[in-house]
């Protein structure tokens, strides 16, 4: 399959969202670390360097909007997409610090499109989308 594009920590409370992400990420050459909730993911997001996180906003214990403050508070460059299907929570996680915003259902380009975005400002490869 060749060299990995990204490694993306993808933070959802949902499994079936998480193996779509799972599935489209993968597909595109990017290596992929999931998490059921808020906390889960800070955890493994203060274990290992990700080149992206991509985190839903609503979540038991921890919050998206906690996820986003903790993480842009630590390391202001990290690039975060915050999802919801929820326009107006997707405004207000900009103010937390969210990178791009992807609402809810997504399609397959919409997400590819959004990580590409993302990710283009950090010299990735995009020729694998």
Same mark, same amino acid.
């Given at each position: ?47 290992? %360097? =990700? ?9 038991? &214990?921890?919050? @998206?909007? +906690?996820?986003? $403050?903790?993480? #842009? ?31 809810? %259902? =997504? ?9 590409? &975005?993302?990710? @283009?400002? +950090?010299?990735? $490869?995009?020729? #694998?989308?």
């Amino acid at each position: 399959m060749g060299a990995v594009v990204a490694s993306i920590l993808v933070i959802d409370d949902a499994p079936d969202v998480l193996e779509v992400f799972r599935a489209i990420l993968e597909s595109k050459g990017h290596a992929v670390v999931e998490a059921l909730d808020g906390k889960r993911g800070l955890a493994l997001y203060r274990q290992e %360097p =990700f080149d992206l996180v991509i985190t839903d906003i609503f979540m038991p &214990e921890i919050s @998206g909007f +906690e996820v986003l $403050s903790t993480i #842009k508070r630590t390391c202001p460059d990290q690039k975060i997409i915050a999802t919801s299907a929820l326009e107006d929570v997707l405004e207000q996680a900009q103010k937390y610090g969210a990178d791009a915003l992807l609402l809810k %259902p =997504f399609g397959v380009w919409a997400l590819v499109e959004v990580v590409r &975005e993302v990710l @283009g400002g +950090e010299g990735h $490869s995009s020729s #694998k989308f």
